[in-house]
Structures are given as structure tokens and as C-alpha cells.
């Protein structure tokens, strides 16, 4: 299975290799390395993000901002484990990545940091996805990143209300 839940040919890769490993065109063996660059910085990203809105939820002033939070809390865990089985599919290898804390004091400045960071996402995973054109790739950014412009529409709508 692919990360995002499509089916995957079993017989495309075998277990014994790793995806880059294959030949591949020329023009694009260069992406490899940015590619899994790019994996290990969304992967990081997500795990600082899953701690962030961890915290964040506790603070929260009523039901609704709470749901917000949790919200987008679980499609982060969501797209941490899409980003770790792509790694792994692509590497046969299990990901190493650090995972940085987000620093704030209230929860309305929080919720400021959350709409930035998500918006600085979405930037991020659309630079991400036309890093190849390999579709397992391409649409484990996607998915992330239409759902972080959406978490970013929510973080802003909820700062406005506080």
C-alpha cells in the first residue's frame, strides 16, 4: 500500500531493494537526495507539530477551540506516518529525525503561531511535490499540504474569535 492508502503493484519493487536502487533517467537521480531531504524536514515538521497542538489542546478556553486544535492534531499524525512509510518504501530504511518545540505563552498566541507555521507548510509541501514526478510521492504531499492550508483557514477563523 502506498502511504496515502492506494494500492501499490507488489511485483514493482521487490522486498530485497529499495526503491532508488532501480536505474533511473538521469534527469532525475539528482531529486533523490532532495526528495529525502524533503521527507526528514516534513517529518520533523509534523512531530514538532503533533507536540505543539499536544499542548496547545490543553490550553484551550472552550469545546470549540479545542476541536480545532485536535483537528488538526490528528491529520499531523496522519501525515507523520504517510512521510515515515514513504521513507521507508522508498529507502527500506526507518526514518532518524529530531523533533523541534514550539515555543509559546498563551493560548491566543499560540493559535498565531499554529496559522503561520500552517501556512508556511502548505509552502513548503507544494515546493515538496513538484520536487518528482513520481505519483506515491507526489500524492503524499498533496494530501498534506491541502490539508494544512486548511488547518491554517481554521487557526485563523479561531484567532478571530478570540
Keep these: 500500500m502506498y502511504p496515502n492508502g492506494y ?29 529525502l531531504k524533503a521527507l526528514i524536514h516534513a517529518m520533523e515538521g509534523e512531530s514538532g507539530a503533533i507536540d505543539f497542538y499536544t499542548r496547545l489542546a490543553t490550553m484551550a478556553p472552550n469545546k ?10 490528528n491529520d499531523e499524525k496522519k501525515h507523520l506516518e504517510a512521510f515515515v512509510e514513504l521513507y521507508k518504501a522508498l529507502t527500506g530504511k526507518t526514518p532518524k529525525y529530531k523533533t523541534p518545540r514550539t515555543k509559546f505563552s498563551n493560548f491566543k498566541e499560540g493559535v498565531w503561531v499554529a496559522y503561520n507555521d500552517e501556512l508556511e507548510a502548505y509552502e513548503t509541501y507544494r515546493d515538496d511535490y513538484l520536487l518528482s514526478n513520481d505519483q506515491m510521492i507526489r500524492d503524499t504531499f498533496f494530501l498534506a499540504m491541502t490539508d494544512e492550508i486548511e488547518h491554517a483557514m481554521r487557526f485563523g477563523l479561531l484567532y478571530q474569535m478570540l
Excluded at 11 to 31: H, K, N
Excluded at 64 to 73: C, G, P, R, S
Design 7 to 35: 494500492a501499490m503493484n507488489q511485483t514493482a519493487v521487490p522486498r530485497a531493494q529499495s526503491y532508488w536502487e532501480y536505474p533511473m533517467d538521469p534527469r532525475v537521480q539528482g531529486q533523490n537526495e532532495q526528495v
Design 64 to 73: 470549540m477551540a479545542k476541536d480545532v486544535v485536535e483537528h488538526a492534531l
